[in-house]
């Protein structure tokens, strides 16, 4: 057998000079007839992959990956003559469906079908697309052979439940593979779009996303863990419990059912959530254990074989529920812990709107020695409780933050440096806001296109309830300060300490533990 050591494997090789720079494609944007986008009648069937295949990088070279945990899948014709696959080439996601011919116990998928169509692309070129082919990639170069005429063979196996792609194989030490791959059309004709999949393997999943119970009447709770938390649907119907939006990331609208053990205990089992973009993903138990780190998580998660489900305390008279030993986690795998949103502790609660005032709100960290596209920059991460300073959930869509740098005057973000902002420059920022470039998800950090403070403040504001309320300013100092001793701030401002947990709530007696302190962790 052979190894399949992609992650290792110095798969990176340079472009050939002649060759047509490679595209990332996404989900189709561009038209063309024969290109195949509504899924077609039909029984389907929904796939894990497994094998390897090359992926593009936006630098215009490639990379060799895995295709484990990605998501394939199959639709069978009413006549049983014709099969269709979607997104048949695992790191070209464009959602479109190419044919296959049954023939036996074999699957005949023509080269030459179209997957992706550029009316124009971004340096201007018109009219071409890429279509599947027989890809033979030989040497670290990149030297490459296609054929775009006869068939990709795929072998079924166990009445459908396995489908396995013949014909292709990989030499990894020698940068030698054969297998199914794209290549562009029309003036780009022949030329490898740097796609390519190998010794793939289909293997059926059997579990289904869960449907609600028809009529199934709905009502608004909050989960929260931690520090953090957001708003979901859950119904009750018998001894059943039905959840809608636990993953606000990747599957909103992804429903899980959990079964009423007694009066005051509900199970919910491993179950699929669906998938989202070449993945699939379930809803699971996991093992935490605490860990000594306050940026970037407090958890290590640990899949525990015999252990996949997660049993909630429930209070009949509140209606609440809730775990306080392990995390409920959204995951791309059933074995291990694999691209996953996670809900350590969670807690359901009915929601009812108040006013409060929030949390306090903590800067954990200033770097404000970063550089990037020419300008001096500074990163911040913060930390925002999504409750009140009585333990109550709030509103995210109404709560925002403000920043103050070196005075007490808010720092003001401006739209041409933050896209997407509500207003040409704004100093109550949205705890919700995010571009996915500058300012990160959830309020946990953003960019500031300038560095040289000698000190940064933050203070939350909530407008629920009809109210506004807001929370004192918390300073900190950039950290380079504090690791180089060149701070200028008065050293009385500096014996001003304010320690902060893991989880960036504030504490004004403490005690032995772990705490930040001006931005730094420290050990009292």
């Known amino acids: 057998m052979k190894k399949l050591l992609l992650i290792a494997l110095t798969l990176v090789l340079g472009i050939t000079a002649s060759a047509q720079p490679s595209r990332k494609l996404g989900p189709m944007k561009a038209s063309k007839s024969d290109i195949i986008l509504k899924q077609p009648e039909g029984e389907l069937h929904t796939y894990i992959r497994s094998g390897g295949c090359t992926d593009v990088m936006y630098n215009g070279f490639f990379k060799g990956l895995k295709q484990d945990g990605m998501v394939a899948r199959v639709v069978i014709s009413p006549d049983g003559r014709t099969a269709y696959f979607q997104n048949i080439i695992s790191r070209a996601a464009t959602g479109a469906w190419v044919k296959g011919n049954i023939e036996g116990d074999q699957i005949l998928v023509p080269y030459g079908q179209v997957i992706y169509w550029f009316d124009e692309d971004e340096n201007g070129q018109k009219n071409y697309g890429t279509q599947l082919a027989e890809v033979h990639m030989t040497g670290s170069h990149a030297s490459y052979t296609v054929k775009t005429t006869g068939n990709a063979v795929f072998r079924i196996k166990d009445n459908w439940r396995v489908l396995e792609l013949e014909g292709t194989s990989a030499d990894l030490e020698k940068d030698d593979i054969l297998g199914l791959g794209l290549v562009y059309t029309d003036q780009f004709d022949g030329e490898w779009a740097y796609y390519l999949d190998y010794e793939t393997v289909y293997t059926e999943e059997e579990m289904k996303p869960v449907t609600p119970p028809e009529g199934l009447v709905t009502e608004r709770y909050s989960v929260t863990h931690g520090i953090y938390g957001h708003f979901v649907d859950v119904g009750f119907a018998r001894d059943e419990v039905y959840i809608k939006g636990l993953s606000d990331e990747y599957l909103p609208n992804a429903w899980m059912k959990g079964t009423f053990i007694d009066d005051n205990k509900i199970r919910f089992s491993l179950q699929m ?162 571009n996915g470039k500058s300012i990160y998800p959830k309020s946990v950090g953003l960019y500031i296109y300038q560095n040289g403070f000698e000190r940064m403040g933050i203070k939350s504001i909530y407008y629920g309830g009809n109210d506004r309320q807001e929370t004192d300013i918390f300073y900190t100092v950039p950290n380079s300060l504090i690791t180089d001793g060149i701070s200028e701030i008065k050293k009385e401002e500096l014996k001003m300490k304010r320690y902060y947990d893991l989880s960036g709530r504030q504490v004004t007696k403490p005690t032995k533990g772990v705490y930040i302190v001006n931005g730094k962790k420290v050990i009292k």
């Open 273 to 434: 959530a669906g998938s989202y973009q070449v993945y699939l993903y379930y809803f699971m138990g996991v093992d935490i254990t605490k860990r000594d780190d306050y940026y970037g998580g407090q958890y290590d998660y640990t899949v525990n074989p015999e252990q996949t489900d997660i049993i909630f305390e429930y209070d009949p008279e509140t209606r609440s529920f809730w775990n306080n030993d392990r995390a409920l986690i959204v995951n791309n795998s059933k074995d291990s812990v694999d691209r996953f949103e996670r809900f350590p502790k969670p807690m359901f609660r009915p929601y009812t709107e108040k006013a409060g005032k929030p949390a306090n709100p903590a800067i954990l960290q200033i770097d404000d020695r970063f550089w990037a596209y020419g300008y001096k920059m500074s990163t911040v991460a913060v930390s925002i409780p999504c409750m009140d300073d009585e333990g109550n959930f709030l509103d995210p869509s109404k709560l925002f933050y403000s920043l103050y740098v070196d005075d007490d005057e808010p720092y003001l973000l401006y739209q041409d440096e933050y896209e997407g902002l509500p207003f040409d420059e704004v100093e109550e920022i949205p705890y919700l806001y995010t």
